[in-house]
């Protein structure tokens, strides 16, 4: 009755959202990264800020229009006095009064639009380029809960295959026992052997669930516990090529100081512009006119800021400091994805040498097994020698799946180090 109520438990466990099973690839898992990770929409918000600042850097060449108006008041004002009998002593009003509206348009920036621009362009690469650098990171710890799965799906399907051996070989001791062949404690060892199986599979069957919900709430989807996880097929190509995202990160930064020296430069050049004023006050343009009045002023002036000049050779300075600093952060991080690139090649290699041992060790193992069943079968041996046995080949064969596990995630983690593609399922 107790076995039966456990194998009900485990496969409720696995069927516990849905009676369909669905199958699953490492890739479909990764298209769904790329769609529903929350990190993800900041590309579309840091393109529409691009457009927002492109709009802006736009409006320098408007047109550029001010109202302004004063009342003043003069303690003193310029007078003319009597110097000839025909003419009359003139004295101004100390109140003045002005309304005015301005208009500027720009012909020549020196150059600062445009480098803003250039600067806004770079800004926004980057930030877009730093959000598939955090995602790249994401795929690593898909990688390691897609694998956990992975080997619990295999480490069940042993310990399946261990527990019909043991069920097979308790009911022939049982059998023994009832014709007073074999000792009752030979059939209570192998039940016990059987219970601590389906302990260890209940413990697996939960742990593979509870990482099934963790990839699925890091997919935002719901996942089918009953799914089949498939294996990735990876294949590799050895080269010295090196895509990574925080690479391309850093060359795009590295262009970022290169547009803001740019701008340093367009900071030291005139500026030119067209500009009028139209107004009504008194007086108008006419000083000798205590009169209100229209009037209006238009030209062509030139400005430059030649105190620019001081912070200038600092501020390339500080711009070639802060490149050098990339440069040097982006070779140090390339050094340390070699590094890992050298590690996840000899880890290949090691895994594809431990695999062919283990197919050895199991057909040797698998041998003795069975002479010890044979022998559990005709006395000779205990229940206790025969699960020594049947406990090694368990072992051989968690270690081939471990190690088999352990090649394609290599693989993987190559690919992942080298920043390339994978389009496998």
């Not at 219970?195 to 593979?208: F, H, N, P, S, V």
């Not at 990482?211 to 050895?238: H, R, Y």
């Not at 431990?354 to 057909?363: F, G, M, Q, S, V």
Request: glycine residues 4%; hydrophobic residues 40%.
């Amino acid at each position: 009755m107790k076995k039966i109520m456990t194998w009900c438990f485990s496969i409720l466990l696995l069927q516990g959202y849905s009676q369909a099973v669905d199958t699953i690839s490492i890739g479909a898992c990764y298209a769904e990264l790329l769609k529903n990770y929350p990190i993800n929409a900041q590309k579309a918000l840091y393109e529409e800020s691009a457009v927002i600042r492109n709009r802006k850097n736009n409006t320098s060449w408007y047109p550029q229009l001010s109202v302004s108006a004063q009342a003043t008041y003069q303690s003193d004002v310029t007078s003319i006095p009597q110097i000839m009998p025909f003419l009359t002593a003139m004295e101004f009003d100390k109140d003045q009064y002005k309304m005015a509206v301005d208009i500027s348009q720009t012909l020549w920036d020196g150059g600062t639009t445009k480098a803003l621009r250039n600067i806004d362009r770079a800004v926004t690469a980057s930030g877009i380029q730093s959000v598939d650098a955090e995602l790249y990171k994401v795929k690593e710890q898909l990688n390691k809960l897609y694998f956990n799965i992975m080997f619990a799906d295999k480490t069940e399907a042993v310990a399946l295959s261990v527990m019909e051996s043991l069920t097979e070989k308790h009911r022939m001791v049982e059998s023994a026992v009832r014709h007073n062949v074999r000792l009752q404690s030979d059939a209570d060892l192998l039940k016990a052997e059987i219970l601590k199986t389906e302990q260890q599979i209940i413990d697996i069957q939960t742990g593979k669930i509870s990482a099934i919900q963790m990839l699925g709430e890091l997919l935002d989807t719901n996942i089918n516990p009953a799914s089949v996880f498939l294996e990735p097929d990876v294949q590799i190509t050895l080269n010295e090529s090196i895509t990574r995202p925080e690479l391309t990160l850093f060359d795009l930064r590295i262009q970022e100081t290169e547009a803001s020296s740019q701008l340093i430069n367009a900071r030291l050049m005139p500026r030119f512009n067209l500009f009028g004023q139209a107004g009504y006050g008194k007086p108008g343009l006419n000083m000798l006119s205590d009169e209100f009045d229209f009037y209006y002023i238009a030209g062509a002036r030139i400005s430059w800021n030649l105190s620019a000049f001081y912070n200038t050779s600092h501020d390339r300075e500080l711009n070639c400091i802060a490149k050098d600093m990339l440069k040097t952060q982006r070779e140090a991080v390339e050094k340390n994805i070699r590094i890992g690139i050298h590690k996840e090649i000899g880890d290949i290699n090691k895994y594809m040498l431990l695999i062919e041992k283990d197919n050895e060790i199991i057909a040797l193992l698998e041998n003795v097994e069975n002479t010890a069943a044979s022998q559990l079968a005709n006395g000779t041996i205990n229940a206790a020698d025969y699960i020594i046995e049947i406990n090694r080949v368990k072992q051989a064969r968690l270690n081939m799946e471990l190690h088999r596990l352990q090649l394609l995630m290599s693989k993987l983690n190559y690919i992942y180090a080298k920043g390339m593609v994978y389009n496998g399922r």
